[in-house]
């Protein structure tokens, strides 16, 4: 029998996981969890983190786009010396 948990999603989009949920998935802070849309559902996984899966989508399009290690470097660079500023 399926159990149902009620979460509030707060003005910046963040939901809180119940503790109990929390628990019974093992989920810790800075783990990562996936939410996959399956029609009107929304599911939600603990991810086990395999950083070369993780990060194979991005490096695939930034290969696709053109975009080099040293583009990233540059915009990462541009993006400290702004200081998070808008």
Request: net charge positive; proline share 5%.
């Amino acid at each position: 029998m399926s159990q149902l948990y009620i979460s509030r999603i707060t003005t910046k989009g963040q939901v809180t996981v119940p503790l109990e949920l929390r628990k019974s998935l093992n989920l810790k802070e800075g783990d990562y969890v996936l939410f996959q849309k399956k029609g009107s559902r929304l599911e939600l996984k603990k991810m086990t983190p395999d950083f070369a899966d993780f990060a194979r989508p991005i490096r695939e399009r930034f290969q696709k786009e053109g975009i080099t290690p040293e583009d990233v470097e540059e915009a990462i660079k541009w993006a400290r010396r702004r200081g998070g500023r808008e």
